[in-house]
């Protein structure tokens, strides 16, 4: 038992200590001219592999992406 207890708590720690340099990116694109959601468009975080596309309401989530400074093209 006391072993289990010794894994299982450092499994936690290295649980933590990966959450702690992950983080999400949210937001959303609308037309300039209107504000009007735009349904699917591509959102890209350039230089890396991230890609997602927008929602009906125009949202976006990058989720689970190591914290940093990124530039978006959409």
């Given at each position: 038992?006391?072993?289990?207890?010794?894994?299982?708590?450092?499994?936690?720690?290295?649980?933590?200590?990966y959450?702690?340099?992950?983080?999400?990116?949210?937001?959303?694109?609308?037309?300039?001219?209107?504000q009007?959601?735009?349904?699917?468009?591509?959102?890209?975080?350039?230089?890396?592999?991230?890609?997602t596309?927008t929602?009906?309401?125009?949202?976006f989530?990058?989720?689970?992406?190591?914290?940093?400074?990124?530039?978006?093209?959409?």
């Amino acid at each position: 038992m006391k072993r289990f207890l010794i894994i299982f708590l450092g499994f936690i720690i290295v649980i933590q200590s990966y959450a702690q340099y992950r983080g999400s990116l949210h937001g959303w694109v609308v037309n300039k001219n209107d504000q009007s959601p735009i349904f699917g468009a591509s959102v890209i975080l350039e230089n890396t592999k991230y890609v997602t596309l927008t929602d009906s309401l125009g949202k976006f989530t990058f989720n689970n992406i190591p914290t940093g400074t990124y530039t978006l093209k959409i």
